[in-house]
């Protein structure tokens, strides 16, 4: 199993700590030592004041702030959580991606989903009713410019003539492409075009207001792999090649008086034995140190055990 953290960034407003250049060096060089294997940062360009407010939090562009974290690291993956791909041009993420991946040693991994705040679309510029079909073509686009030379492309939103985008990402064949999300939608997309499949735990509330499917159980996480794993069959693909990430509904919050460890690594074999290879650990956001405590405690309890 593989660990990852996103930069605790939870709250409005955030811990000035958080957002400094020697705490996100400090948090990520911490989850390094400690050996987990996936760092990352969210995606909210501009948010509105009532989401903020009604428990949304503030965010650092993913790419700029996960260039800083690499160089401060040496084997963290990097990767977003997740980048709401319909915000951009995919020539853009394809030059940022690459970028990232070429000055780290091949240590970035493209995690993008169809966003869902609408007034976030509308500040900027784009289509919230078109957001599906701006990810399907942008997907297509990415993965053919980090691969081809001379690239044409004809969509409904993207067009391109001859286009070389050098230098290319070191990662072979390219960095890894996961999908973000619960629906159905979300995994035809992972098996068709993507490496990887990355939903969160959505309550029946939570999935309503993110507009995806609830998964509140470990049967409805199981559910959503079988037909994962179905998909990929269908295109002809492999499924060990395959990345899932997910949350450990086991043991409680690695930050909480009330963590316990034994649960937590028997929910972690549950969880790979259904297909699991990631996972995503919380961590606290009030302060730098306790961010820091934190990981600390989780090696000794979990990733040492």
């Known amino acids: 199993m593989h660990f990852t953290i996103t930069h605790p960034m939870h709250r409005h407003p955030y811990n000035p700590e958080l957002v400094s250049g020697s705490g996100i060096a400090a948090v990520a060089a911490a989850a390094e030592a400690a050996g987990f294997h996936g760092f990352g940062f969210t995606d909210h360009p501009a948010p509105t004041q009532r989401w903020l407010d009604a428990g949304g939090h503030d965010a650092l562009d993913p790419f700029v702030a996960m260039g800083f974290a690499a160089a401060h690291t040496s084997t963290l993956r990097l990767i977003p959580n997740i980048v709401v791909l319909p915000y951009r041009n995919p020539f853009v993420v394809a030059k940022s991606g690459a970028t990232l991946d070429l000055l780290s040693g091949g240590r970035f991994t493209l995690a993008v989903g169809v966003g869902y705040l609408k007034k976030e679309f509308a500040a900027l ?3 919230y009713d078109e957001r599906a079909e701006l990810f399907d073509e942008a997907l297509d686009v990415i993965r053919t410019i980090w691969t081809t030379d001379d690239v044409s492309f004809e969509g409904r939103h993207f067009t391109a003539r001859g286009i070389t ?8 064949p390219h960095p890894p492409i996961w999908i973000g999300g619960n629906t159905g939608a ?14 969160f735990p959505a309550p029946a509330a939570l999935a309503q207001t993110a507009r ?10 199981v559910d959503g792999i079988d037909d994962l794993r179905r998909r990929i069959d269908a295109a002809g693909r492999d499924w060990t090649d ?16 009330d963590f316990n460890a034994d649960a937590y690594l028997t929910g972690v074999e549950k969880l790979a034995t259904l297909g699991v290879t990631w996972l995503q650990v919380s961590l606290p956001g009030d302060s730098v140190a306790h961010a820091i405590e934190t990981i600390d405690r989780f090696r000794t309890l979990v990733i040492d055990a």
């Open 186 to 199: 979300a995994r035809r997309r992972a098996a068709q075009k993507g490496d990887g499949w990355c939903p």
């Open 165 to 172: 985008a050098h230098p290319r990402p070191v990662s072979e």
């Open 242 to 257: 395959f990345d899932v990430v997910f949350s450990n509904f086991d043991g409680g919050n690695p930050a909480a008086d």
């Open 125 to 127: 510029g784009v289509d």
């Open 212 to 221: 995806t499917a609830a998964i509140d159980s470990p049967e409805r996480l």
